[in-house]
């Protein structure tokens, strides 16, 4: 171990630090004369088109050169040497991670002469063996997006497969947004993307998506790269998305923009009816982008602003108690004699006494007693030997009504119509989002170059809740949630030799996220509202959460308020050096996370009403009793509390890279690396933080003696190889040979809230509750909470395994590529991946034989309840045919069309969220089955075109009104098709039940109106999101097993498959503008 620690060590202090030229390209060749003799020595120059840069290098011994870093954009090539004509080589264009091969053949003249090269750069990847495509800014400002997402589009390449919204992958984060990124390549997890913006880490460790979120306009082009990458890559083992923002130029150029989208433009969803009102909506986004020389060919500048501005509203339809009912008086709801007794549920009820029970009859349980072994109680103003209604007293509570109670009902609202669903209102949501960058470049000096970039985004978003006021009755998407994110990067370039260049980056990224209720920083809740028990603090005021049976609820939402910080340090260089054959770059890289949260269940106390307490037999309300009612009595059925915590997460991580790409013959490359990473446990700062020791069974605070610091061993000896090879086996062919391997490790997983932080234990942290049987009370509204005493939980644990292995990605490639006539690259690959020590959930508390009636008693451990264990013991598997046809754009004319044939197997998806848990913990290997993300075929289509209209085309051909009217316009769409298997909408109703008694989202049961043959089509339209066609097939019906038992099947079954057509917004028109002035754009 000491000596892997020394070669570590020695790597850091070989280079500054690591990842600094992920963002640029380069530009290699060989240079020959007219007898194809390699020329050492000769001087080959990239000048830049749009600021003047020059940058050079010299050929070596064997006629090779090397120009790295360069930006992306387009360049003028030239080579110069004595006795020698000048070639030049104009319009290269070098995307994001590319490697152009630029081959010159000098003739014999004088170096004052000059000859041309015509022709573009080849499309052909001759340099490496990375799987991946380039999405261009053309691209990226011209095809349909909604939202204006830049990285939605790498759903355009081959291996890339939705990641569905819901309760298994990608569902949402407790803390912010869409959990587990949107996108799963190659089979690896949706969390496992790696976002870079500018040469800098740029995701967020919350919900694995982007952390800022730059304009379209502000995005100069992206690459995602989606297999066996160069070993500058580290972090994670899913796709590489590397953007890059906009300079400024030695031309002011700008844009302006704005769309708008609202009722009247949208279509109506799927299931409202044509004589219903459509629902509020409005939104803008508007936008002004400006960019120009601050010092011309020395400084630029490039600035861009964007705004959205939504108001909407959400029809809220729910059930609140008459103005009647809130005093007591539920005479209007007493229905006749319960007809639900009998063998067949048929027959009129009776109590004990022979008394007749009355549908919603409200019984008084001070007069409970037994009778015959059975539970009886009198009705409020019934007749207590007859059981029959007392005209002008029946159903009416005539008194001793809980005062807390009382108030807490004078909260609701009048109702609006008559019936169930008798409250009805459309709350208003607004969203508002400000986001600006600023990129400044200079060119200190001809070998010195700088760069700094600064972006923030403030979001606003705002959903009233059900009821106004302190009665609030949402969820945790109402109320406030503002989102304020911040990034600044800096980066350094010196060309120290024609062979020897250092690249450096500084980087800063912050996310911080609120959640909570409209009232809140006010002093709530008043004296007449406050539940008994509850502590006042005032960073969680509110008011405690009143939950009934038939009725909506009262009360602050949980996990509210919700406070999340995450933020994270950077600093990467990368040394390139170039000898020979052999192009170099080594470079180590240090990031430093934080996590911080404050996202409490229960804060302010929850609290639960059935109407047991007011039914004839809390076993058996046949109909009877009324939650309203218990309230008024003060008798909850059950209530938990959370005590507040606050943690503060910390992770380190260092890695180390050596990359050697090997010309080892005029038509072989290789590449061969070795990357080496360590990250420490995740910790807390104040070791605020507890784990379970499983031999002695109990737990163990961080700090401990005789335990691992920071409660975890983590794996130190993380070397992950990369191999690749290009091989073009005929020079006179367009064709190239590529194939290669890579590992790659996994140091970042989702892991937000309490279900999956060590944090969240004792004695940090507990959650007592209060469950009553509708006989003797647990709780009273009188007596509220009992002093919190960690003794009185039966507390779950959130455990780790004190061994914690790095979860590890081995992916291999074999891929061609072709170039045809037109500008077309053919591109056809096989794609595998293999996931070892994935991290994953069990119980390791869990019921080994359910026995309901004494289940807890088997428990391994019986004192606590069921276990979140995280554990390393994940695995899967991905096979996949993938073909691409690439036009780059020529005549106006750009697509690219990709289609992917793959299988996904795993045996649990992302641990973040709602995740499935294994049916038997004790049995993984039953939960080996196809990913939620399977995909089995997919295809999708990209295009754009320039209509041949306006100066300089072929139609109209001339400037002036004409042109400013008519030219410039764009036709561009993006369509797609796919099979997956996975749970849809149609099947979210349905589940299976685990020994833990959990939901688990399983294949369909009958009882989700699934049928053995073909589902009906389901249509879902908007303006924004064009139609998509589905069509759910099923040829095996299967029924949930009973509670406390593990069905027989696997997670997602083959036979039950969603296929689906999307027409993304196509066509779109849109209308550029010049580069050279402030114009208008419009985009339809």
Same mark, same amino acid.
Not at 207 to 230: M, R
Not at 726 to 746: D, E, N, Q, T
Not at 1035 to 1054: G, I, M, N, Q, Y
């Given at each position: 171990?000491?000596?892997?620690?020394?070669?570590?060590?020695?790597?850091?202090?070989?280079?500054?630090?690591? /990842?600094?030229?992920?963002?640029?390209?380069?530009?290699?060749?060989?240079?020959?004369?007219?007898?194809?003799?390699?020329?050492?020595?000769?001087?080959?120059?990239?000048?830049?088109?749009?600021?003047?840069?020059?940058?050079?290098?010299?050929?070596?011994?064997?006629?090779?050169?090397?120009?790295?870093?360069?930006?992306?954009?387009?360049?003028?090539?030239?080579?110069?040497?004595?006795?020698?004509?000048? @070639?030049?080589?104009?319009?290269?264009?070098?995307?994001?991670?590319?490697?152009?091969?630029?081959?010159?053949?000098?003739?014999?003249?004088?170096?004052?002469?000059?000859?041309?090269?015509?022709?573009?750069?080849? /499309?052909?990847?001759?340099?490496?063996? !990375?799987?991946?495509?380039?999405?261009?800014?053309?691209?990226?400002?011209?095809?349909?997006?909604? =939202?204006?997402?830049?990285?939605?589009?790498?759903?355009?390449?081959?291996?890339?497969?939705?990641?569905?919204?819901?309760?298994?992958?990608?569902?949402?984060?407790?803390? *912010? =947004?869409?959990?587990?990124?949107?996108?799963?390549?190659?089979?690896?997890?949706?969390?496992?993307?790696?976002?870079?913006?500018?040469?800098?880490?740029?995701?967020?460790?919350?919900? #694995?998506?982007? @952390?800022?979120?730059?304009?379209? &306009?502000?995005?100069?082009?992206?690459?995602?790269?989606?297999?066996?990458? $160069?070993?500058?890559?580290?972090?994670?083992?899913?796709?590489?998305?590397?953007?890059?923002?906009?300079?400024? +130029?030695?031309?002011?150029?700008?844009?302006?923009?704005?769309?708008?989208? *609202?009722?009247?433009?949208?279509?109506?969803?799927?299931?409202?009816?044509?004589?219903?009102?459509?629902?509020?909506?409005?939104?803008?986004?508007?936008?002004?982008?400006?960019?120009?020389?601050?010092?011309?060919?020395?400084?630029?500048?490039?600035?861009?602003?964007?705004?959205?501005?939504?108001?909407?509203?959400?029809?809220?339809?729910?059930?609140?108690?008459?103005?009647?009912?809130?005093?007591?008086?539920?005479? &209007?709801?007493?229905?006749?004699?319960?007809?639900?007794?009998?063998?067949?549920?048929?027959?009129?009820?009776?109590?004990?006494?022979?008394?007749?029970?009355? +549908?919603?009859?409200?019984?008084?349980?001070?007069?409970?007693?037994?009778?015959?072994?059975?539970?009886?109680?009198? =009705?409020?103003?019934?007749?207590?030997?007859?059981? /029959?209604?007392?005209? #002008?007293?029946?159903?009416?509570?005539?008194?001793?009504?809980?005062?807390?109670?009382?108030?807490?009902?004078?909260?609701?609202?009048?109702?609006?119509?008559?019936?169930?669903?008798?409250?009805?209102?459309?709350?208003?949501?607004?969203?508002?989002?400000?986001?600006? &960058?600023?990129?400044?470049?200079?060119?200190?000096?001809?070998?010195?170059?700088?760069?700094?970039?600064?972006?923030?985004?403030?979001?606003?978003?705002?959903?009233?809740?059900?009821?106004?006021?302190?009665?609030?009755?949402?969820?945790?998407?109402?109320?406030?949630?503002?989102?304020?994110?911040?990034?600044?990067?800096?980066?350094?370039?010196?060309?120290?030799?024609?062979?020897?260049?250092?690249?450096?980056?500084?980087?800063? *990224?912050?996310?911080?996220?609120?959640?909570?209720?409209?009232?809140?920083?006010?002093?709530?809740?008043?004296?007449?509202?406050?539940?008994?028990?509850?502590?006042?603090?005032?960073?969680?005021?509110?008011?405690?959460?009143?939950?009934?049976?038939?009725?909506?609820?009262?009360?602050?939402?949980?996990?509210?308020?919700?406070?999340?910080?995450?933020?994270?340090?950077?600093?990467?260089?990368?040394?390139?050096?170039?000898?020979?054959?052999?192009?170099?770059?080594?470079?180590?890289?240090?990031?430093?996370?934080?996590?911080?949260?404050?996202?409490?269940?229960?804060?302010?106390? *929850?609290?639960?009403?059935?109407?047991?307490?007011?039914?004839?037999?809390?076993?058996?309300?046949?109909?009877?009793?009324?939650?309203?009612?218990?309230?008024?009595?003060?008798?909850?059925?059950?209530?938990?509390?959370?005590?507040? +915590?606050?943690?503060?997460?910390?992770?380190?991580?260092?890695?180390?890279?050596?990359?050697?790409?090997?010309?080892?013959?005029?038509?072989?490359?290789?590449?061969?690396?070795?990357?080496?990473?360590?990250?420490?446990?995740?910790?807390?700062?104040?070791?605020?933080?507890?784990?379970?020791?499983?031999?002695?069974?109990?737990?163990?605070?961080?700090?401990?003696?005789?335990?691992?610091?920071?409660?975890?061993?983590?794996?130190?000896?993380?070397?992950?190889?990369?191999?690749?090879?290009?091989?073009?086996?005929?020079?006179?062919?367009?064709?190239?040979?590529?194939? #290669?391997?890579?590992?790659?490790?996994?140091?970042?997983?989702?892991?937000?809230?309490?279900?999956?932080?060590?944090?969240?234990?004792?004695?940090?942290?507990?959650?007592?509750?209060?469950?009553?049987?509708?006989?003797?009370?647990?709780?009273?509204?009188?007596?509220?909470?009992?002093?919190?005493?960690?003794?009185?939980?039966?507390?779950?644990?959130? $455990?780790?395994?004190?061994?914690?292995?790095?979860?590890?990605?081995?992916?291999?490639?074999?891929?061609?590529?072709?170039?045809?006539?037109?500008?077309?690259?053919?591109?056809?690959?096989?794609?595998?991946?293999?996931?070892?020590?994935?991290?994953?959930?069990?119980?390791?508390?869990?019921?080994?034989?359910?026995?309901? +009636?004494?289940?807890?008693?088997?428990?391994?451990?019986?004192?606590?309840?069921?276990?979140?264990?995280?554990?390393?013991?994940?695995?899967?598997?991905?096979?996949?045919?993938? /073909?691409?046809?690439?036009?780059?754009?020529?005549?106006?004319?750009?697509?690219? !069309?990709?289609?992917?044939?793959?299988? %996904?197997?795993?045996?649990?998806?992302?641990?973040?969220?709602?995740?499935?848990?294994?049916?038997?913990?004790?049995?993984?290997?039953?939960?080996?089955?196809?990913? &939620?993300?399977?995909?089995?075929?997919?295809?999708?289509? $990209?295009?754009?075109?320039?209509?041949?209209?306006?100066?300089?085309?072929?139609?109209?051909?001339?400037?002036?009104?004409?042109?400013?009217?008519?030219?410039?316009?764009?036709?561009?769409?993006?369509? !797609?098709?796919?099979?997956?298997?996975?749970?849809?909408?149609?099947?979210?109703?349905?589940?299976?039940?685990?020994?833990?008694?959990?939901?688990?989202?399983?294949?369909?049961?009958?009882?989700?109106?699934?049928?053995?043959?073909?589902?009906?089509?389901?249509?879902?339209?908007?303006?924004?999101?064009?139609?998509?066609?589905?069509?759910?097939?099923?040829?095996?019906?299967?029924?949930?097993?009973?509670?406390?038992? %593990?069905?027989?099947?696997?997670?997602?079954?083959?036979?039950? @498959?969603?296929?689906?057509?999307?027409? $993304?917004?196509?066509?779109?028109?849109?209308?550029?503008?010049?580069?050279?002035?402030?114009?208008?754009?419009?985009?339809?």
């Amino acid at each position: 171990m000491r000596k892997t620690i020394g070669v570590v060590v020695f790597l850091i202090s070989a280079a500054l630090v690591g /990842l600094a030229q992920v963002d640029t390209g380069s530009l290699v060749g060989t240079v020959k004369d007219p007898s194809g003799a390699v020329l050492p020595g000769v001087t080959v120059t990239a000048a830049s088109a749009d600021t003047s840069v020059a940058t050079s290098a010299k050929t070596e011994v064997d006629g090779n050169y090397v120009i790295t870093p360069l930006k992306i954009g387009r360049y003028s090539v030239s080579v110069e040497a004595a006795g020698f004509q000048r @070639a030049i080589r104009n319009d290269v264009v070098l995307d994001v991670q590319q490697t152009i091969r630029l081959d010159f053949s000098l003739r014999i003249g004088s170096v004052t002469e000059t000859t041309e090269v015509s022709g573009a750069a080849p /499309l052909l990847e001759t340099e490496n063996a !990375s799987l991946g495509d380039v999405v261009a800014s053309q691209q990226v400002e011209q095809l349909p997006l909604n =939202g204006r997402r830049y990285a939605d589009l790498a759903g355009l390449t081959s291996g890339v497969a939705k990641v569905i919204e819901g309760p298994v992958n990608g569902g949402s984060s407790p803390t *912010n =947004g869409n959990a587990g990124g949107s996108f799963a390549v190659n089979g690896t997890r949706g969390d496992q993307n790696n976002f870079l913006l500018d040469g800098i880490d740029n995701n967020s460790n919350d919900n #694995g998506d982007l @952390a800022i979120l730059s304009s379209v &306009d502000a995005i100069a082009e992206f690459k995602i790269q989606t297999s066996n990458y $160069s070993a500058e890559f580290g972090r994670s083992g899913g796709a590489v998305i590397n953007a890059t923002t906009k300079s400024g +130029t030695n031309q002011f150029h700008g844009s302006a923009w704005e769309f708008l989208r *609202n009722e009247a433009l949208d279509a109506r969803g799927y299931f409202e009816s044509p004589s219903d009102r459509k629902a509020p909506y409005k939104q803008n986004q508007f936008g002004v982008t400006f960019g120009g020389p601050i010092v011309k060919d020395k400084v630029f500048l490039f600035a861009d602003y964007e705004g959205t501005r939504i108001h909407s509203a959400q029809t809220d339809i729910v059930t609140v108690p008459t103005q009647k009912e809130v005093t007591g008086d539920f005479s &209007d709801i007493l229905g006749g004699q319960s007809m639900s007794c009998g063998p067949n549920s048929e027959q009129p009820c009776f109590d004990a006494l022979n008394r007749p029970i009355f +549908t919603s009859e409200i019984y008084n349980p001070a007069t409970t007693r037994t009778v015959g072994g059975s539970t009886v109680r009198d =009705g409020f103003g019934f007749d207590t030997t007859t059981g /029959l209604p007392i005209a #002008g007293q029946a159903n009416i509570i005539p008194g001793g009504m809980s005062p807390l109670g009382l108030n807490y009902a004078a909260l609701y609202p009048a109702v609006t119509t008559p019936g169930g669903g008798n409250y009805i209102v459309n709350a208003l949501g607004t969203h508002s989002v400000d986001q600006m &960058d600023v990129r400044g470049d200079e060119n200190v000096t001809s070998k010195i170059q700088l760069f700094e970039r600064f972006s923030l985004s403030q979001d606003q978003r705002f959903q009233a809740p059900v009821f106004s006021g302190i009665a609030d009755g949402g969820n945790y998407n109402t109320g406030n949630r503002p989102l304020d994110t911040r990034g600044f990067v800096l980066g350094y370039t010196h060309v120290i030799s024609s062979s020897l260049v250092n690249s450096a980056r500084l980087g800063f *990224n912050r996310v911080h996220y609120i959640s909570n209720n409209p009232t809140y920083g006010q002093q709530y809740p008043p004296s007449g509202l406050q539940f008994p028990g509850v502590p006042n603090n005032p960073s969680i005021n509110g008011l405690t959460q009143f939950g009934f049976s038939g009725y909506h609820g009262l009360g602050e939402p949980l996990f509210t308020p919700t406070k999340s910080t995450t933020q994270d340090i950077q600093l990467n260089d990368t040394l390139s050096f170039v000898h020979g054959k052999h192009w170099l770059k080594v470079g180590p890289q240090f990031r430093f996370d934080q996590f911080n949260l404050l996202q409490i269940g229960q804060p302010r106390g *929850n609290v639960q009403f059935s109407g047991q307490y007011t039914a004839v037999d809390p076993g058996n309300q046949q109909g009877s009793g009324n939650a309203i009612a218990d309230m008024l009595l003060g008798l909850p059925v059950s209530g938990r509390i959370s005590t507040v +915590t606050y943690f503060g997460n910390r992770q380190h991580s260092y890695g180390a890279f050596v990359e050697d790409t090997y010309k080892a013959a005029p038509n072989l490359t290789l590449d061969l690396g070795l990357r080496y990473d360590y990250a420490t446990p995740l910790y807390e700062a104040h070791n605020r933080e507890s784990n379970f020791d499983y031999t002695k069974g109990q737990i163990i605070p961080d700090g401990t003696p005789g335990y691992p610091k920071h409660l975890a061993n983590v794996d130190k000896a993380d070397f992950a190889p990369r191999i690749g090879l290009s091989y073009s086996p005929f020079p006179s062919h367009p064709l190239v040979v590529r194939a #290669g391997y890579g590992r790659f490790f996994i140091f970042y997983e989702i892991r937000t809230g309490d279900p999956l932080q060590i944090d969240y234990n004792l004695p940090f942290f507990f959650e007592p509750s209060f469950q009553g049987d509708g006989l003797t009370p647990a709780l009273t509204l009188a007596n509220g909470f009992p002093p919190l005493d960690p003794s009185q939980a039966l507390s779950g644990v959130t $455990s780790q395994d004190w061994r914690l292995h790095t979860g590890v990605y081995d992916q291999w490639n074999l891929n061609l590529e072709y170039q045809l006539p037109g500008n077309i690259l053919i591109s056809p690959a096989y794609v595998g991946t293999k996931g070892t020590h994935l991290q994953s959930l069990v119980d390791r508390n869990q019921i080994p034989t359910p026995q309901p +009636t004494f289940d807890q008693s088997l428990r391994p451990y019986p004192q606590y309840a069921g276990f979140t264990s995280i554990v390393n013991h994940g695995n899967s598997t991905y096979h996949a045919f993938q /073909l691409k046809a690439e036009k780059r754009t020529s005549h106006g004319l750009y697509f690219l !069309s990709a289609f992917t044939l793959s299988k %996904s197997i795993n045996d649990q998806p992302e641990i973040c969220c709602n995740s499935p848990w294994p049916q038997n913990s004790y049995n993984l290997a039953a939960e080996k089955g196809l990913s &939620d993300f399977d995909n089995r075929e997919r295809w999708v289509t $990209s295009v754009d075109y320039a209509l041949p209209v306006g100066k300089g085309q072929k139609f109209l051909n001339r400037g002036g009104v004409a042109d400013a009217v008519l030219g410039g316009w764009h036709l561009g769409g993006i369509i !797609s098709q796919e099979t997956a298997t996975r749970p849809t909408q149609a099947l979210r109703g349905c589940c299976e039940r685990i020994a833990r008694e959990a939901v688990i989202w399983r294949t369909p049961a009958p009882a989700c109106g699934l049928t053995s043959t073909i589902f009906r089509f389901l249509w879902v339209t908007s303006a924004m999101r064009g139609r998509t066609f589905s069509r759910v097939q099923g040829r095996k019906a299967r029924t949930c097993p009973p509670a406390s038992t %593990s069905a027989s099947t696997s997670r997602f079954v083959s036979s039950f @498959a969603q296929s689906s057509l999307t027409p $993304s917004t196509m066509p779109s028109f849109l209308s550029p503008i010049t580069s050279s002035q402030m114009d208008p754009v419009l985009r339809a």
